[in-house]
């Protein structure tokens, strides 16, 4: 089939190619208005003049700078009210808009920014940002509640260490440019006003499923999956559980998601299929009730923006198969993805979204294929070799992206998402009817036992998946370059087994071979890499010192015990270095009695100063590194040292940094803080 059955989806990559192009530049200028005017008046006389290759060139070009155009606006702090336009200010009012995320030690919620105080006076604002209350001194906080907050919010750090996770960039794409750690005197609650009645009920719907499953679900881990995979809330999960569906290539299960929703909507039309057939217009009757009892569930789970796409993505879907279109099932896609990117252009570069097109239009193009290749006769088997095929078409189309941004593969996600797929049927039916029913005693009880034992039966199979050995193949790192690259191999090899056509073949093997020499390539120069790192870890300490593909690690207890920091400080890192060899080592080993170690890297001396000392250094040192607030005043210390940088990490007090940075400056000594560069490495010459 031709590329022109699809016009749909040649203006839906000429709206892309205008939000990547703001999204890479941030440029706009008012000469764009003029631009779309030309464009929209040569659009219209091209339809008059009947001109095919006109009218699709000014199409594409306005659908471009539409794109353009929209994702500047859509950017939060573009607008003139702003509060990072403001300035200055000591007071500022917000609304809770979000439900509350409950963290170990903090009540997490989204606010508005309503207005801010000025020396001047009050004045609107604009603006979203993150709270987080003390749970020891706050009450949890409510949608719509109103508070008085002393003191300006905090702009997100950028990230601190090479390869880090980019939680600033992230909270832009939402549109969050500031968050607030609040103490009881800090803040004053002025008010309740409900900003949505609609989303009001949904997050009071939350809070009731809650109070439902977890009176009926005895078991935490039963709980804490149906609590997820129902209605979106995470916060009973625990690390075991999360690191084995991650491992099992099932983490999508435990939030709600496009699985869900089509889940949903596959339940709906097999149990409302008669529809179609006893009623006169049955057919749109059948997509009206199934349209309408989607959008119930999306709104029941917060209209969450993973549950919007979906619902808005089979909401096209149903609509398009009612109307007779399911030939053209990309149009259809394209027309969703359309809607959702004028609704918000930064979706598009949303890890879901991305993941949850390419997952569906897997399915579309290769499940017809692959599911000629057996015919079983057996249902059973027949149900089993459709599941592995929906399965295999999903994960092939979303493994390079998978393997871009999470650095890892679920080696048996084909053993996995079946049996996921499966009990996902019983759960998410049985959890909803347990919500419904939950008043009549025997109803209840049989709904509550069908949705223990199928959540237990889902987290054992997937703890056994887990405990295979190489269940997950981790360590990857891959650019964007041969990301492109490995698609381009994909979509090579489906198109030789679809058109028996060798020239595709060739160039596959092409660029299979170039891909190996790269990374042979790459691979050689990790081997002879030598690098130490002092890195950025918010209150702690951590060097990381490098040869070849192993590297030591040297942290106190509390970083080498503490999984979720290696993996958002550093495990990225070592996957970019190649690492194949990690030994952590407690610095309390190599530690002298006065808090010293010294440390030789390819000849550099090195002195790191761990516990209070008031003496005065001798000799000389290549660097110092400072931690847990080792020296107050440098003069004394460094009087008669010698050393070309002095280094002070998280670890010391923020007044502390800001006191040595003045004295190195009148010292005339060299002195960087971790807080305010990242990370800081040197590489053997």
């Not at 500022?92 to 006076?121: D, F, G, H, L, W």
């Not at 998978?402 to 053993?415: N, V």
Request: glycine fraction near 4%; aromatic fraction near 16%; include cysteine.
């Amino acid at each position: 089939m031709k590329f022109n059955a699809f016009p749909v989806v040649r203006y839906l990559l000429c709206l892309i190619a205008g939000i990547l192009a703001y999204l890479q530049t941030h440029y706009f200028h008012t000469v764009f208005y003029y631009l779309a005017i030309a464009l929209l008046i040569t659009l219209l006389l091209s339809i008059f003049l009947g001109n095919a290759l006109l009218r699709g060139l000014s199409a594409c070009l306005l659908l471009s700078l539409s794109g353009w155009v929209l994702t500047y606006y859509k950017t939060a702090i573009n607008n003139p009210g702003h509060f990072t336009n403001q300035g200055a200010f000591t007071y500022y009012q917000a609304i809770i808009t979000s439900n509350t995320e409950v963290k170990p030690k903090t009540y997490k919620v989204e606010a508005e920014m309503q207005q801010v105080r000025t020396s001047e006076k009050w004045q609107k604002a604009t603006g979203k940002i993150l709270l987080y209350f003390n749970k020891t001194e706050a009450k949890r906080p409510q949608y719509g509640d109103i508070f008085l907050i002393k003191n300006m919010p905090s702009e997100v750090d950028s990230p601190k260490n090479p390869e880090e996770f980019d939680y600033r960039q992230f909270l832009h794409n939402k549109g969050i440019y500031a968050h607030h750690f609040l103490w009881q005197n800090e803040y004053l609650q002025v008010g309740h006003q409900v900003p949505s009645q609609v989303l009001n009920i949904a997050y009071q719907s939350n809070l009731y499923a809650d109070s439902v499953f977890k009176a009926h679900l005895e078991t935490i881990n039963e709980y804490a999956l149906t609590n997820a995979m129902v209605v979106g809330t995470r916060n009973d999960i625990d690390d075991d559980l999360l690191n084995a569906y991650s491992a099992s290539g099932a983490i999508h299960v435990l939030s709600v998601s496009g699985m869900h929703v089509g889940i949903l909507f596959l339940v709906l039309s097999v149990v409302l299929k008669w529809i179609k057939t006893r009623i006169s217009y049955g057919n749109w009757i059948f997509t009206i009730i199934v349209l309408i009892l989607l959008w119930a569930y999306a709104v029941f789970t917060g209209l969450s923006s993973t549950v919007l796409r979906a619902t808005v993505m089979f909401s096209f879907i149903q609509i398009g198969t009612t109307i007779n279109r399911q030939h053209n099932i990309y149009n259809i896609l394209a027309v969703s993805a359309l809607v959702l990117l004028f609704y918000n252009p930064y979706w598009l570069v949303d890890v879901g979204f991305q993941l949850s097109y390419l997952a569906i239009i897997g399915i579309v193009y290769l499940h017809p294929y692959l599911n000629q290749l057996i015919n079983p006769t057996n249902p059973i088997i027949r149900v089993l070799w459709e599941g592995t095929v929906v399965c295999f078409a999903a994960q092939l189309f979303t493994a390079p992206l998978s393997i871009y941004y999470f650095h890892q593969f679920p080696t048996y996600f084909l053993i996995a998402n079946p049996f996921v797929a499966f009990f996902s049927f019983f759960i998410l039916p049985a959890g909803l009817l347990l919500l419904v029913f939950s008043w009549l005693p025997v109803v209840s009880t049989f709904f509550a036992c069908l949705l223990k034992w199928s959540c237990y039966l889902l987290n054992e199979t997937t703890f056994i998946i887990e405990k295979l050995p190489l269940s997950t193949l981790k360590g990857f790192s891959i650019s964007v370059p041969e990301l492109l690259a490995w698609y381009a191999v994909i979509f090579l090899i489906i198109a030789f087994f679809r058109h028996s056509e060798l020239k595709y073949l060739r160039v596959s093997v092409v660029l299979l071979v170039s891909l190996a020499l790269f990374n042979i390539y790459e691979d050689y120069q990790q081997s002879r890499q030598k690098q130490l790192t002092f890195h950025f870890i918010p209150k702690q300490i951590g060097i990381s010192v490098f040869d070849g593909k192993s590297v030591a690690f040297l942290g106190d207890s509390n970083v080498i015990g503490n999984k979720k920091l290696y993996n958002f400080h550093l495990k990225n890192y070592y996957d970019k270095q190649g690492v194949s060899n990690q030994n952590l080592l407690n610095i309390e080993a190599y530690t002298n009695k006065q808090g010293m170690t010294f440390l030789d890297f390819e000849g550099k001396k090195i002195v790191w100063l761990q516990k209070p000392f008031k003496g005065a250094l001798q000799g000389k040192a290549d660097y110092v590194l400072l931690s847990n607030n080792a020296i107050r005043n440098l003069a004394p210390s460094f009087a008669g040292f010698q050393t070309d940088l002095i280094i002070i990490d998280e670890s010391n007090k923020s007044y502390l940094v800001e006191k040595l940075k003045h004295q190195a400056d009148s010292l005339r000594l060299n002195l960087v803080a971790l807080r305010d560069v990242g990370a800081y490495s040197i590489t053997s010459q």
